[in-house]
């Protein structure tokens, strides 16, 4: 790997120090970010007697950016790691990885062939993001053809996932990856509108089991819907809606809806208020008592950055909260920004979208009610380029909270974190 990057460094430096051989632009470009954490009750209720986790995670990023006119080259070097997880004198560990690799090919000047592995964004995240927030990010290892013409952007992709070259089978084994993924993207902007058009099909390795006999296949569900957005100064109005169909692993039907709603009143040039409300559907889990039962009515957001939308403490859809009641959010936001000072409060209300049973009267069922959650949050701008972020949040349970996820009521469940982000620019041909 050092091998690997000392030749692209070469590589590009040949591009700068010959530019007359050469129109091509070359981009170095780097991000450190240290965040310190305390977690009592993160992801879930806090237990009761339970001792509150600390620590300080870094994401340090090496970014290179090569573009000519008949192509792009995109690399990103990342080295994740939590402060003290080897030793002062340490050799090697496995903290370093490619988050990105990728060329782009321009066919024409508004078509073109883009391939390797890249983070996928789309959108407002919800079904595809690039989870920036946590310190490994998300990247995907993918084929795009782009065509961009005028106001309109049209992406087909298309991906194939195996755990190493193989002289047979096309057996996949590694947890939470697809195993093969399509996907249709169209968007359309006017002045003040854009809408989008999203199409997923995404392909899971399933195994059956009959006897001696194991048989493997591949099982495919379907997302298709779209967002849209409508700007009437000071009022923007956006909306979103999804619909799930196909097979789950194991062989379950899928049957499942998103929509949300929100709308931003800037009410000032430094204030605005959002107002908003989100819902995903979920399986009862009174219908999944039922044996004769075969439908998962529970919506999966799949692979977007699911900690933008329903809390910062990640209660749910952040690795959690799947196949499982489903989810209304209804929201608050106020947000506040002048010159280098942002400061932020969002204020949730959270009902399970389906049936909860009570544990301990398994006949009955609770109240959808899984309480509520409040987000503070600032950022300064300490120079070009260095941001200090912090927040503090803090869950209040129910009973019904307890039932899906344990813990105590009780307890105070919260969640305050501060991070520096340094983003520098080593090297710009073009400047």
Do not use: C
């Not at 000071?234 to 709308?263: F, N, R, W």
């Not at 009610?369 to 120079?383: P, R, W």
């Amino acid at each position: 790997m050092k091998r690997t990057i000392g030749t692209t460094l070469i590589l590009m430096a040949l591009s700068v120090a010959l530019p007359e051989f050469s129109n091509a632009q070359f981009v170095m470009s780097g991000e450190l970010r240290p965040r310190v954490e305390y977690r009592h009750g993160f992801k879930s209720p806090a237990e009761e007697d339970m001792t509150a986790a600390a620590f300080i995670s870094q994401r340090s990023r090496l970014n290179l950016a090569y573009k000519n006119e008949k192509m792009k080259i995109g690399l990103s070097f990342q080295d994740v790691r939590v402060w003290g997880d080897v030793p002062q004198l340490n050799l090697s560990d496995n903290s370093f990885s490619v988050h990105e690799a990728w060329g782009e090919y321009f066919i024409t000047p508004t078509l073109s062939l883009k391939a390797g592995r890249m983070e996928l964004v789309y959108d407002d995240a919800r079904m595809l993001g690039n989870v920036d927030w946590a310190q490994q990010g998300r990247s995907h290892d993918i084929g795009l053809l782009k065509w961009e013409p005028a106001s309109w952007k049209i992406h087909a992709g298309f991906a194939f996932n195996q755990d190493k070259e193989q002289l047979q089978n096309r057996i996949y084994t590694v947890a939470g990856n697809y195993k093969s993924l399509q996907l249709l993207w169209i968007n359309r902007k006017w002045d003040n509108l854009g809408l989008s058009f999203l199409f997923l099909n995404n392909g899971k390795q399933n195994t059956e089991e009959n006897g001696e006999i194991v048989s493997y296949n591949t099982r495919f569900s379907q997302t298709f819907g779209g967002t849209g957005s409508w700007e009437l100064k000071p009022l923007t109005l956006s909306g979103s809606i999804y619909k799930q169909t196909g097979k789950d692993v194991p062989e379950v039907e899928i049957d499942a809806l998103m929509y949300a709603l929100s709308l931003k009143w800037s009410a000032t040039k430094t204030l605005s208020i959002t107002p908003g409300l989100e819902h995903l559907s979920g399986t009862s889990q009174k219908d999944a008592a039922d044996p004769d039962f075969n439908e998962n009515n529970s919506f999966n957001p799949f692979y977007g950055t699911n900690h933008k939308f329903n809390g910062n403490m990640d209660y749910y859809y952040v690795g959690n909260h799947i196949n499982s009641v489903g989810l209304q959010n209804i929201y608050l936001k106020v947000n506040y920004a002048k010159n280098r000072l942002s400061l932020g409060a969002d204020l949730h209300f959270f009902n399970a979208a389906a049936d909860i049973i009570d544990p301990e009267n398994p006949a009955e069922t609770m109240d959808k009610n899984l309480g509520q959650e409040l987000d503070i949050y600032l950022g300064y701008k300490l120079a070009d380029n260095v941001m200090l972020n912090a927040g503090y949040s803090q869950y209040f349970a129910t009973e019904s909270t307890i039932a899906l996820k344990g813990g105590s009521k009780d307890e105070t469940s919260n969640w305050i974190w501060a991070s520096l982000t340094f983003k520098p620019q080593f090297l710009n041909t073009a400047k």
